[in-house]
Protein backbone atom coordinates (compact mmCIF):
# COMPACT_ATOMS: atom_id res chain seq x y z
CA UNK A 1 0.00 0.00 0.00
CA UNK A 2 1.82 3.23 -1.00
CA UNK A 3 1.77 6.42 0.63
CA UNK A 4 -1.34 8.11 -1.01
CA UNK A 5 -3.56 4.97 0.06
CA UNK A 6 -2.56 4.83 3.26
CA UNK A 7 -3.57 9.30 3.44
CA UNK A 8 -6.86 8.28 2.11
CA UNK A 9 -7.40 5.41 4.18
CA UNK A 10 -6.73 7.91 7.26
CA UNK A 11 -8.17 10.80 6.28
CA UNK A 12 -11.15 8.28 5.59
CA UNK A 13 -10.87 7.18 9.51
CA UNK A 14 -10.62 10.64 10.55
CA UNK A 15 -13.74 11.79 8.82
CA UNK A 16 -15.26 9.13 10.24
CA UNK A 17 -14.62 9.37 14.00
CA UNK A 18 -15.08 12.95 13.41
CA UNK A 19 -18.97 12.46 12.48
CA UNK A 20 -19.36 9.71 14.57
CA UNK A 21 -18.51 12.30 17.94
CA UNK A 22 -20.82 14.39 16.63
CA UNK A 23 -23.63 12.68 15.94
CA UNK A 24 -23.17 10.60 19.27
CA UNK A 25 -22.61 13.46 21.19
CA UNK A 26 -26.48 14.98 19.79
CA UNK A 27 -28.40 12.02 20.27
CA UNK A 28 -29.78 10.06 23.70
CA UNK A 29 -29.70 6.84 24.16
CA UNK A 30 -32.98 5.68 24.80
CA UNK A 31 -33.78 7.03 21.19
CA UNK A 32 -32.43 3.83 20.08
CA UNK A 33 -34.90 1.79 22.17
CA UNK A 34 -37.94 3.57 21.33
CA UNK A 35 -37.11 3.42 17.23
CA UNK A 36 -36.55 -0.63 18.15
CA UNK A 37 -40.07 -0.69 20.17
CA UNK A 38 -42.12 0.53 16.67
CA UNK A 39 -40.63 -1.52 14.55
CA UNK A 40 -43.05 -2.80 11.73
CA UNK A 41 -41.49 -6.62 11.05
CA UNK A 42 -43.49 -6.51 8.23
CA UNK A 43 -42.60 -3.68 6.16
CA UNK A 44 -38.98 -4.36 7.43
CA UNK A 45 -38.93 -7.10 5.09
CA UNK A 46 -40.84 -5.94 2.60
CA UNK A 47 -38.30 -3.52 2.51
CA UNK A 48 -35.42 -5.89 2.21
CA UNK A 49 -37.52 -7.62 -0.72
CA UNK A 50 -37.65 -4.19 -3.00
CA UNK A 51 -34.07 -3.98 -2.14
CA UNK A 52 -33.00 -6.93 -3.22
CA UNK A 53 -35.49 -6.84 -6.33
CA UNK A 54 -33.51 -3.48 -7.63
CA UNK A 55 -30.08 -5.09 -6.97
CA UNK A 56 -31.38 -7.84 -9.43
CA UNK A 57 -32.26 -5.12 -12.00
CA UNK A 58 -28.87 -3.61 -11.19
CA UNK A 59 -27.32 -6.82 -12.02
CA UNK A 60 -29.78 -7.81 -14.97
CA UNK A 61 -28.38 -3.96 -16.48
CA UNK A 62 -24.42 -4.94 -16.10
CA UNK A 63 -25.54 -8.12 -17.79
CA UNK A 64 -27.30 -5.84 -20.73
CA UNK A 65 -24.25 -3.44 -20.93
CA UNK A 66 -21.79 -6.55 -21.29
CA UNK A 67 -20.46 -7.45 -23.92
CA UNK A 68 -18.81 -10.11 -23.55
CA UNK A 69 -21.91 -12.39 -22.26
CA UNK A 70 -21.45 -12.99 -18.91
CA UNK A 71 -24.22 -14.86 -17.32
CA UNK A 72 -26.58 -13.35 -15.12
CA UNK A 73 -25.93 -14.99 -12.00
CA UNK A 74 -22.00 -14.11 -12.78
CA UNK A 75 -23.13 -10.62 -12.32
CA UNK A 76 -25.52 -11.35 -9.56
CA UNK A 77 -21.97 -12.57 -7.69
CA UNK A 78 -20.09 -9.31 -9.21
CA UNK A 79 -23.30 -7.42 -7.58
CA UNK A 80 -23.07 -8.34 -4.70
CA UNK A 81 -19.11 -7.45 -4.21
CA UNK A 82 -20.14 -4.18 -5.74
CA UNK A 83 -22.44 -3.50 -2.91
CA UNK A 84 -20.00 -4.33 -0.40
CA UNK A 85 -16.81 -2.65 -1.53
CA UNK A 86 -18.55 0.57 -2.21
CA UNK A 87 -20.34 0.84 0.39
CA UNK A 88 -17.13 0.18 2.83
CA UNK A 89 -14.57 1.75 0.64
CA UNK A 90 -14.24 5.67 1.08
CA UNK A 91 -14.50 7.34 -2.38
CA UNK A 92 -13.11 6.19 -5.63
CA UNK A 93 -11.27 3.46 -4.22
CA UNK A 94 -14.58 1.35 -4.45
CA UNK A 95 -15.29 1.82 -7.56
CA UNK A 96 -11.43 0.93 -8.51
CA UNK A 97 -11.84 -2.11 -6.42
CA UNK A 98 -14.46 -2.57 -8.68
CA UNK A 99 -13.05 -2.31 -12.13
CA UNK A 100 -10.14 -4.58 -11.27
CA UNK A 101 -13.15 -7.52 -9.76
CA UNK A 102 -14.64 -6.82 -13.15
CA UNK A 103 -11.56 -7.20 -15.55
CA UNK A 104 -9.98 -10.11 -13.42
CA UNK A 105 -13.47 -12.27 -13.64
CA UNK A 106 -15.61 -10.88 -16.75
CA UNK A 107 -12.77 -11.23 -19.48
CA UNK A 108 -13.28 -7.29 -20.03
CA UNK A 109 -9.91 -4.89 -20.30
CA UNK A 110 -9.61 -2.43 -18.17
CA UNK A 111 -10.86 0.24 -20.35
CA UNK A 112 -14.31 -1.79 -20.97
CA UNK A 113 -14.59 -2.75 -17.09
CA UNK A 114 -14.32 0.99 -16.44
CA UNK A 115 -16.72 2.31 -19.12
CA UNK A 116 -19.41 -0.08 -17.73
CA UNK A 117 -19.16 1.33 -14.32
CA UNK A 118 -19.21 4.76 -16.02
CA UNK A 119 -22.01 4.40 -17.75
CA UNK A 120 -23.89 2.69 -14.65
CA UNK A 121 -23.10 5.41 -12.73
CA UNK A 122 -24.32 8.20 -15.00
CA UNK A 123 -27.45 6.19 -15.73
CA UNK A 124 -28.08 5.79 -11.90
CA UNK A 125 -27.39 10.20 -12.10
CA UNK A 126 -30.00 10.09 -14.80
CA UNK A 127 -32.57 8.18 -12.91
CA UNK A 128 -31.87 9.58 -9.42
CA UNK A 129 -32.33 13.40 -10.71
CA UNK A 130 -35.60 12.58 -13.15
CA UNK A 131 -37.51 10.99 -9.73
CA UNK A 132 -35.46 13.38 -7.66
CA UNK A 133 -36.99 16.38 -9.89
CA UNK A 134 -40.46 14.97 -10.13
CA UNK A 135 -40.80 14.64 -6.42
CA UNK A 136 -39.36 18.34 -5.58
CA UNK A 137 -42.22 19.71 -7.62
CA UNK A 138 -45.00 17.98 -5.85
CA UNK A 139 -44.01 18.51 -2.19
CA UNK A 140 -45.15 20.88 -0.06
CA UNK A 141 -44.31 24.52 -0.90
CA UNK A 142 -42.73 25.10 2.53
CA UNK A 143 -40.47 22.21 2.47
CA UNK A 144 -36.71 23.11 3.44
CA UNK A 145 -34.84 23.54 0.24
CA UNK A 146 -37.32 22.94 -2.14
CA UNK A 147 -36.41 25.71 -4.80
CA UNK A 148 -32.68 24.25 -4.62
CA UNK A 149 -33.73 20.96 -4.89
CA UNK A 150 -35.26 21.51 -8.29
CA UNK A 151 -32.69 23.77 -9.74
CA UNK A 152 -29.84 20.82 -8.62
CA UNK A 153 -31.98 17.97 -9.86
CA UNK A 154 -32.54 19.80 -13.23
CA UNK A 155 -28.74 20.45 -13.56
CA UNK A 156 -27.89 17.11 -12.64
CA UNK A 157 -30.53 15.72 -15.43
CA UNK A 158 -28.83 17.65 -18.05
CA UNK A 159 -25.32 16.39 -17.03
CA UNK A 160 -26.27 12.81 -17.12
CA UNK A 161 -28.38 13.42 -20.02
CA UNK A 162 -25.43 14.97 -22.14
CA UNK A 163 -22.92 12.29 -20.88
CA UNK A 164 -24.89 9.52 -22.26
CA UNK A 165 -25.82 10.88 -25.73
CA UNK A 166 -24.20 9.20 -28.36
CA UNK A 167 -23.56 12.84 -30.27
CA UNK A 168 -21.03 13.55 -26.88
CA UNK A 169 -19.42 10.54 -27.01
CA UNK A 170 -18.73 11.51 -30.89
CA UNK A 171 -17.75 14.74 -30.38
CA UNK A 172 -15.04 13.50 -27.66
CA UNK A 173 -13.16 11.17 -29.81
CA UNK A 174 -12.68 13.74 -32.48
CA UNK A 175 -12.33 16.51 -30.37
CA UNK A 176 -9.40 14.20 -29.29
CA UNK A 177 -8.25 13.06 -33.19
CA UNK A 178 -7.94 17.34 -33.96
CA UNK A 179 -5.71 18.07 -30.79
CA UNK A 180 -2.14 18.66 -32.64
CA UNK A 181 0.89 16.20 -32.21
CA UNK A 182 0.95 12.78 -33.06
CA UNK A 183 2.47 10.85 -29.70
CA UNK A 184 2.30 7.48 -29.21
CA UNK A 185 0.19 8.65 -26.00
CA UNK A 186 -2.32 10.42 -28.26
CA UNK A 187 -2.30 7.77 -30.44
CA UNK A 188 -3.39 5.15 -27.61
CA UNK A 189 -5.86 7.46 -26.32
CA UNK A 190 -7.95 7.71 -29.38
CA UNK A 191 -7.58 4.07 -30.11
CA UNK A 192 -8.95 3.18 -27.24
CA UNK A 193 -11.65 5.93 -27.32
CA UNK A 194 -12.82 4.11 -30.43
CA UNK A 195 -12.66 1.08 -29.61
CA UNK A 196 -15.65 2.35 -26.78
CA UNK A 197 -17.16 4.25 -29.28
CA UNK A 198 -17.51 0.94 -31.20
CA UNK A 199 -18.65 -0.78 -28.04
CA UNK A 200 -21.15 2.00 -27.33
CA UNK A 201 -22.52 1.55 -31.08
CA UNK A 202 -22.96 -1.93 -31.04
CA UNK A 203 -25.01 -1.65 -27.92
CA UNK A 204 -26.90 0.89 -29.93
CA UNK A 205 -28.43 -1.23 -32.25
CA UNK A 206 -28.99 -3.70 -30.19
CA UNK A 207 -31.72 -1.50 -27.92
CA UNK A 208 -29.17 -2.30 -25.06
CA UNK A 209 -29.35 2.04 -24.14
CA UNK A 210 -32.90 2.02 -23.85
CA UNK A 211 -33.82 -0.82 -22.05
CA UNK A 212 -30.75 0.16 -19.53
CA UNK A 213 -32.07 3.39 -18.99
CA UNK A 214 -35.68 1.54 -17.61
CA UNK A 215 -33.83 -0.50 -15.73
CA UNK A 216 -32.08 2.60 -14.30
CA UNK A 217 -35.00 4.21 -13.65
CA UNK A 218 -36.85 0.94 -12.10
CA UNK A 219 -33.88 0.48 -10.25
CA UNK A 220 -34.06 4.28 -8.73
CA UNK A 221 -37.60 3.37 -8.17
CA UNK A 222 -36.95 0.17 -6.20
CA UNK A 223 -34.67 2.24 -4.33
CA UNK A 224 -37.61 5.01 -3.32
CA UNK A 225 -39.72 2.50 -2.71
CA UNK A 226 -37.13 0.19 0.01
CA UNK A 227 -36.73 3.63 1.91
CA UNK A 228 -40.26 4.50 2.31
CA UNK A 229 -41.02 0.74 3.65
CA UNK A 230 -38.18 1.04 5.75
CA UNK A 231 -39.31 4.19 7.06
CA UNK A 232 -43.00 2.95 7.60
CA UNK A 233 -41.03 0.18 9.60
CA UNK A 234 -39.84 2.35 11.93
CA UNK A 235 -43.39 4.35 12.48
CA UNK A 236 -42.12 7.78 10.35
CA UNK A 237 -45.75 8.09 8.50
CA UNK A 238 -44.09 9.19 5.31
CA UNK A 239 -45.74 10.13 2.26
CA UNK A 240 -44.45 8.71 -1.23
CA UNK A 241 -43.32 12.05 -2.46
CA UNK A 242 -41.47 12.90 1.32
CA UNK A 243 -39.73 9.25 1.32
CA UNK A 244 -38.36 10.25 -2.54
CA UNK A 245 -37.50 13.70 -1.91
CA UNK A 246 -35.98 12.28 1.09
CA UNK A 247 -33.82 10.12 -1.18
CA UNK A 248 -32.91 12.01 -3.67
CA UNK A 249 -31.21 14.87 -1.11
CA UNK A 250 -29.49 11.84 0.41
CA UNK A 251 -28.11 10.58 -2.61
CA UNK A 252 -26.89 14.11 -3.56
CA UNK A 253 -24.90 14.19 0.08
CA UNK A 254 -23.64 10.77 -1.31
CA UNK A 255 -22.13 12.35 -4.73
CA UNK A 256 -19.91 14.88 -2.46
CA UNK A 257 -16.47 13.43 -1.77
CA UNK A 258 -16.26 12.94 2.06
CA UNK A 259 -16.97 10.15 2.59
CA UNK A 260 -15.71 7.47 5.91
CA UNK A 261 -15.09 4.33 6.02
CA UNK A 262 -17.99 1.94 5.91
CA UNK A 263 -20.18 4.73 5.74
CA UNK A 264 -19.65 5.30 9.29
CA UNK A 265 -20.48 8.43 10.89
CA UNK A 266 -21.15 10.56 7.44
CA UNK A 267 -24.14 8.51 6.27
CA UNK A 268 -25.87 8.59 9.33
CA UNK A 269 -25.36 12.31 8.93
CA UNK A 270 -26.81 12.20 5.69
CA UNK A 271 -29.95 10.14 6.35
CA UNK A 272 -30.58 12.58 9.29
CA UNK A 273 -30.25 15.50 7.23
CA UNK A 274 -32.39 14.29 4.68
CA UNK A 275 -35.28 13.20 6.79
CA UNK A 276 -35.38 16.81 8.22
CA UNK A 277 -35.45 18.39 4.80
CA UNK A 278 -38.07 16.05 4.03
CA UNK A 279 -40.23 16.82 7.06
CA UNK A 280 -39.18 15.15 9.76
CA UNK A 281 -38.34 17.47 12.78
CA UNK A 282 -38.57 14.75 15.78
CA UNK A 283 -36.25 14.80 18.12
CA UNK A 284 -34.42 10.99 17.00
CA UNK A 285 -33.84 11.54 13.65
CA UNK A 286 -30.02 11.73 13.53
CA UNK A 287 -30.79 7.96 15.68
CA UNK A 288 -32.77 6.93 13.25
CA UNK A 289 -29.97 7.94 10.60
CA UNK A 290 -27.79 5.64 12.34
CA UNK A 291 -30.48 3.00 12.23
CA UNK A 292 -31.08 3.56 8.36
CA UNK A 293 -27.38 2.87 8.06
CA UNK A 294 -27.00 0.07 9.70
CA UNK A 295 -31.06 -1.34 7.94
CA UNK A 296 -28.91 -0.87 4.52
CA UNK A 297 -25.98 -2.30 5.63
CA UNK A 298 -27.78 -5.66 6.64
CA UNK A 299 -29.31 -5.22 3.29
CA UNK A 300 -26.16 -5.52 1.51
CA UNK A 301 -24.83 -8.27 3.93
CA UNK A 302 -28.22 -9.96 3.01
CA UNK A 303 -27.31 -9.87 -0.60
CA UNK A 304 -23.71 -11.20 -0.12
CA UNK A 305 -24.71 -13.88 1.58
CA UNK A 306 -27.03 -14.65 -1.43
CA UNK A 307 -24.54 -14.55 -4.18
CA UNK A 308 -21.02 -16.09 -1.76
CA UNK A 309 -22.92 -19.23 0.25
CA UNK A 310 -23.67 -21.05 -2.91
CA UNK A 311 -20.32 -20.46 -4.26
CA UNK A 312 -19.02 -21.61 -0.96
CA UNK A 313 -20.82 -24.68 -0.82
CA UNK A 314 -20.38 -25.59 -4.41
CA UNK A 315 -16.45 -25.83 -3.37
CA UNK A 316 -16.83 -27.63 -0.51
CA UNK A 317 -18.49 -30.06 -2.05
CA UNK A 318 -16.11 -30.43 -4.74
Not at 161 to 176: P, Y
Request: with cysteine.
Amino acid sequence: MNIKVKKSFLLAMLVSIGFMIFLLMRVEWQQFSLIAGRVNVKYLIAACGVFVFANFVRASRFSKLDHMDNTLIHWWNINAFYNFITATLPGGAGEASTAYVLKRFTGLNLLSAIRILLLSRLMDLFAMSVLFFISALLISDITPYREAAIWISGALFLVSLLAILRSSEQFFVKMMQKLPGQSNIKQRICEKLSELLKISEEQRRNNTFRTTLFQSILMMIGGVVSVHLLLRSFGIDFTPVQSAYGYGIYMIFQILPVQGIAGIGTQAAWWALALHAAGYSAPDAIALGIVLHGTFYVFITIIGITAFLPCLIHRTHN
